[in-house]
Nanobody, 123 residues
Framework: QVQLVESGGGSVQAGGSLRLSCAAS????????GAWFRQAPGKEREGVAA????????YYADSVKGRFTISLDIAKNTLDLQMNSLKPEDTATYYC????????????????WGQGTQVTVSS
């Protein structure tokens, strides 16, 4: 049974950093496509970053390129998101997702989801 549990959210001032972690169970993170999404109130869930370690490919939304880094911790079996230079517009609930069938940035293509962790960036 696949389970995803996010942690690391919180409140930070603009320009600060946070590191989100998604603990996976029921599968090895190295074996499947994994991604981070976010959803702000009243907005659609949007893809932030994705990774497939099978070929080393990473994907990023234009809005976070150069600021966010997605990675896998094979030993801990986690999917991590390092977020630097945070902006107020990054405020949202962040979700991890796994097992993709389709385009990486479309939330409809993911089979498993975590419960989300809140990130709030103040100006």
């Amino acid at each position: 049974q696949v389970q995803l549990v996010e942690s690391g959210g919180g409140s930070v001032q603009a320009g600060g950093s946070l590191r989100l972690s998604c603990a996976a169970s029921g599968y090895r993170v190295i074996s499947a496509f994994g991604a981070w999404f976010r959803q702000a109130p009243g907005k659609e869930r949007e893809g932030v970053a994705a990774i497939y370690d099978g070929d080393g490919t990473t994907y990023y939304a234009d809005s976070v390129k150069g600021r966010f880094t997605i990675s896998l911790d094979i030993a801990k079996n986690t999917l991590d998101l390092q977020m630097n230079s945070l902006k107020p517009e990054d405020t949202a609930t962040y979700y991890c997702a796994a097992f993709l069938n389709g385009v990486w940035s479309r939330y409809q293509g993911y089979r498993y989801w975590g419960q989300g962790t809140q990130v709030t960036v103040s100006s």
